[in-house]
């Protein structure tokens, strides 16, 4: 069966930093795609930052020149690196991945910045 666990959340100072983990575990399908998602209390769920097969990346206006979306050492592990954090990226952070182009997401992970 297999797990997706995000990992690394917090709370964090205006201007702080923070470094999400998401790692899947319980298959041996290759891992395609990733994707981060946030939602914040009251709001609808969006992308944050998208990983494809070939290293092409893609962020959300908000974040761009902030936040960093990696493939970590580990295999099957997918990283965001956050820097420059602000009281408006409070929220609930969801990984989501592609095993085989199965789509699989985490629980989230909760982030919290104070001003």
């Known amino acids: 069966q297999v797990q997706v666990a995000e990992s690394g959340g917090g709370l964090v100072q205006a201007g702080g930093s923070l470094r999400l983990s998401c790692a899947a575990s319980?298959?041996?399908?290759?891992?395609?795609?990733a994707a981060w998602y946030r939602q914040a209390p009251g709001k609808e769920r969006e992308l944050v930052a998208s990983?494809?097969?070939?290293?092409?990346?893609n962020y959300a206006d908000f974040v761009k020149g902030r936040f960093t979306i990696s493939r970590g050492n580990a295999k099957k592990t997918v990283v965001l690196q956050m820097d420059n954090l602000e009281p408006e990226d409070t929220a609930v952070y969801y990984c989501?991945?592609?095993?085989?182009?199965?789509?699989?997401w985490g629980q989230g992970t909760q982030v919290t910045v104070s001003a």
């Open positions: 319980g298959s041996d399908r290759i891992l395609n795609n």
């Open positions: 989501k991945i592609w095993l085989n182009w199965t789509e699989y």
């Open positions: 990983l494809m097969v070939g290293s092409s990346k």
